[in-house]
T-cell receptor, first 115, second 115 residues
Framework: EAGVAQSPRYKIIEKRQSVAFWCNPISGHATLYWYQQILGQGPKLLIQFQNNGVVDDSQLPKDRFSAERLKGVDSTLKIQPAKLEDSAVYLC?????????????FGPGTRLTVL | AQSVTQLGSHVSVSEGALVLLRCNYSSSVPPYLFWYVQYPNQGLQLLLKYTSAATLVKGINGFEAEFKKSETSFHLTKPSAHMSDAAEYFCAVSPMNSGYSTLTFGKGTMLLVSP
């Protein structure tokens, strides 16, 4: 079974530029998550999709971050414009149902450096 | 709001020694609890999870954790450390009475294993 795929793996940009990350979840998984992991910290949930609808985006900085999950499959996360403090690893995860103690399966992440 | 506290940002053990990684949760009702492992430049992988079925939970790679409600703890143990166990370990909590599964992670504990 293929895992969660993410691209690119690494990205370096200047502040105020825009950047986009892509995620393809495990086939058949209804729920997709985007996390931000700053160095030395645990992952922080940015947004959670159930199929193609948003169920939690309370920690997403909506003035600069946006995400979509068209057709309930793959997803993109965009930052525009980027700030220095956005330097982090962006992790995508998926889970079968998003209910109860559902196991989340993580992709390898995209490491973003903002200069 | 639920949270977890991981005591010790770094834990060092010798190969063959007992591994003990500490996690305490804060929640008004017992939550679901998870331990994930992250190897360098990789995503997170589930080690084990507490779903209220049994207080002693066995996971992959010889790890286990015991849920103790009186101590609000879910410490991770392994009887004998291997060099391959060197990684970062994250404890996470998810509310048991919520419709959707949302993880809140601790800050992580880096496990260092010496020969």
């Amino acid at each position: 079974e293929a895992g969660v795929a993410q691209s690119p793996r690494y990205k370096i940009i200047e502040k105020r530029q825009s950047v986009a990350f892509w995620c393809n979840p495990i086939s058949g998984h209804a729920t997709l998550y985007w996390y931000q992991q700053i160095l030395g910290q645990g992952p922080k949930l940015l947004i959670q999709f159930q199929n193609n609808g948003v169920v939690d985006d309370s920690q997403l900085p909506k003035d600069r971050f946006s995400a979509e999950r068209l057709k309930g499959v793959d997803s993109t996360l965009k930052i525009q414009p980027a700030k220095l403090e956005d330097s982090a690893v962006y992790l995508c995860a998926s889970s079968p149902t998003g209910q109860g103690p559902d196991t989340q399966y993580f992709g390898p992440g995209t490491r973003l450096t903002v200069l | 709001a639920q949270s977890v506290t991981q005591l010790g940002s770094h834990v060092s053990v010798s190969e063959g020694a007992l591994v003990l990684l500490r996690c305490n949760y804060s929640s008004s009702v017992p939550p679901y609890l998870f331990w994930y492992v992250q190897y360098p430049n990789q995503g997170l992988q589930l080690l084990l999870k507490y779903t209220s079925a049994a207080t002693l939970v066995k996971g992959i790679n010889g790890f286990e954790a015991e849920f103790k409600k009186s101590e609000t703890s879910f410490h991770l143990t392994k009887p004998s450390a291997h060099m391959s166990d060197a990684a970062e370990y994250f404890c996470a909590v998810s509310p048991m009475n919520s419709g959707y599964s949302t993880l809140t992670f601790g800050k992580g504990t880096m496990l260092l294993v010496s020969p």
